[in-house]
C-alpha cells in the first residue's frame, strides 16, 4: 500500500517495528470499533483495509458501513455474515453443499448431540480430521490417527472446550489426500479477480512433521497449479463461490482466501479465510504487480471487473523463523540483529517484533518471515534460507526444507 502513487497517509493499527518503517503505527486494538471510529474521523482516513480474521468475524465492515459519521469510508473486507466463512467451519461447510462446491464429507456435532459424535468417530475411516467451529488461530484442526486419539481430542473440545467458544461445536471430516495449496481472489461482490496461487507449509518440522502452526513458509507459483487445473478451479469452486454470496444476499468486497487439496488432480475446498493468509501474503504480494490500492478503489466503486491482474514471472518463496518452544511455550523480548533492508529482490517482512529503546524485540511465535524472488523457486529458497541463516535471535529456528517437493 505504501508504495502506490496514491497512498498519502498509511496508519496500520497496533503494528509491529516492521509496519513502522511504511507508516505510522496505532496503538489501537483491531476489534475497538470506536476507538478506530475516533481515529479515522479525526485523521480523515479514506479507506479501511482489514488484514485480520477478528475484526471481520466481529462485524467492522456493518459497523463503518451503519455509521452515517462513517459510511462514506470504503472497507475493503466482508460483511459479518460473509466473514462467517471462516468464522465458522460449519456455515462454510453448509454453503459449499447449498453451491455443489467440492469439499470433504462431514458432520457436525456439539454438547447437544455428544454421544451421536463418540457413535460416528469410533466407526469413521482412519485417519479423522477434527475442526473448531469457530477461530482458533489456525490451530483448532486435529488429524487424529486412531479413534482413541479422535475421541480425546473430541471430548478436549467439546467437554473441556480446548479452544473455548471456538470448539463448542466440532466439524468431522472426511481425510483426503493430496497435495494443497491456497487460492487468492479479490471480489467486489459480483465480479473477481485471481491474485497469484502459493503452498504454504503448517508443521513445525522438516517432512511436514509436528504440530501445526500459522504456517511456516510459503512459495509462489505453485509448480503442479497449471492453466487447466486453475480453470477447474476457478469453475467449481471460485466462480459458484462468488455467485453463491451474491445469491444469498451476503456483502462481500474483499479477499477469499481458498484452501485446496488436490486429489487425484482435482481441487476440493479444505477451508475458506475471509483475508488474505499468512504466510502466504508474504510470497502472492511480492509477485502481485498492480497498484493495490487502484485495486481497492475498484472494489469499492464496482468496477474490479475492468481491471487486469498483472503478476510477476519470478518465483517467491518466505521462510519463516519462530521462536524457541513455538507453537508451545516460548519467551518474548529477545533482541533481533542482523535484519538487512529491503531490495528489489528481497524483504523481512516483520510478525511478532516490536520496538523498544532502539532495539527490535521478538514478541510473537512467529517473529520474522523472509521473502526471495529469483528467476526459479530453487534460487528464491537459497537466498531466503541465506538470510534466515544471517538473522540472529535467542532461540530462532526456521525449516530448511520449505518447497522440498519442488527443487
Do not use: W
Not at 290 to 318: C, H, K, M, W
Amino acid at each position: 500500500m505504501s508504495q502506490s502513487t496514491k497512498c498519502t497517509g498509511l496508519f496500520i493499527a497496533p503494528g509491529n517495528a516492521g509496519t513502522a518503517q511504511y507508516g505510522t503505527n496505532v496503538n489501537i486494538a483491531g476489534t475497538d470499533f470506536e476507538k478506530l471510529k475516533n481515529f479515522c474521523i479525526d485523521n480523515k482516513i479514506e479507506l479501511l483495509v482489514v488484514g485480520p480474521e477478528d475484526p471481520l468475524v466481529h462485524g467492522v465492515y456493518d459497523f463503518f458501513t451503519q455509521d452515517p459519521a462513517l459510511q462514506h469510508i470504503p472497507v475493503i473486507g466482508p460483511s459479518k455474515v460473509g466473514a462467517q466463512l471462516e468464522g465458522s467451519k460449519a456455515f462454510a461447510k453448509e454453503f459449499m453443499l447449498r453451491h455443489n462446491i467440492p469439499t470433504a464429507a462431514y458432520r457436525e456435532f456439539s454438547e447437544a448431540n455428544y454421544e451421536d459424535g463418540v457413535a460416528y468417530l469410533k466407526q469413521h475411516s482412519l485417519p479423522i480430521v477434527l475442526k473448531a467451529d469457530g477461530l482458533a488461530a489456525g490451530k483448532g484442526v486435529v488429524i487424529a490417527a486412531t479413534h482413541e486419539e479422535a475421541l480425546t481430542e473430541f471430548a478436549q473440545m467439546i467437554k473441556d472446550a480446548k479452544f473455548g467458544d471456538a470448539s463448542k461445536k466440532v466439524v468431522v471430516e472426511q481425510f483426503l489426500t493430496g497435495i494443497e495449496l491456497s487460492v487468492f481472489v479479490l471480489t467486489d461482490g459480483i465480479s473477481y479477480k485471481i491474485l497469484p496461487a502459493a503452498k504454504d507449509y503448517k508443521r513445525i518440522g522438516e517432512g511436514d512433521t509436528g504440530l501445526n502452526t500459522g504456517g511456516m513458509g510459503a512459495i509462489s507459483p505453485v509448480p503442479f497449479a497449471g492453466k487447466a487445473f486453475m480453470d477447474e478451479v476457478e469453475q467449481t469452486i471460485i466462480r459458484p463461490t462468488v455467485e453463491g454470496l451474491a445469491k444469498e444476499n451476503i456483502t462481500y468486497k474483499g479477499f477469499v482466501f481458498v484452501g485446496l487439496i488436490s486429489v487425484e488432480g482435482k481441487p476440493f475446498v479444505i477451508e475458506y479465510n475471509c483475508r488474505m493468509g499468512d504466510p502466504e501474503t508474504e510470497v502472492v504480494m511480492p509477485r502481485l504487480q498492480n497498484d493495490l490500492l487502484e485495486l481497492f478503489a475498484a472494489v469499492s466503486n464496482g468496477t474490479l471487473a475492468e481491471q487486469t491482474i498483472y503478476e510477476d514471472p519470478r518465483a517467491a518463496a518466505t521462510v519463516m523463523l519462530v521462536a524457541g518452544g513455538y507453537p508451545e511455550a516460548y519467551e518474548k523480548g529477545k533482541e533481533i540483529t542482523g535484519i538487512p533492508e529491503a531490495t528489489l529482490d528481497q524483504i523481512v517482512f516483520h510478525a511478532g517484533t516490536k520496538e523498544e529503546g532502539g532495539m527490535v524485540l521478538t514478541n510473537g511465535g512467529r517473529v520474522l518471515t523472509v521473502t526471495s524472488m529469483a528467476a526459479d523457486l530453487n534460487l528464491a529458497l537459497t537466498h531466503s534460507k541465506q538470510t534466515a541463516e544471517s538473522i540472529s535471535f535467542e532461540g530462532k529456528y526456521y525449516r530448511r526444507d520449505i518447497g522440498y517437493e519442488f527443487v
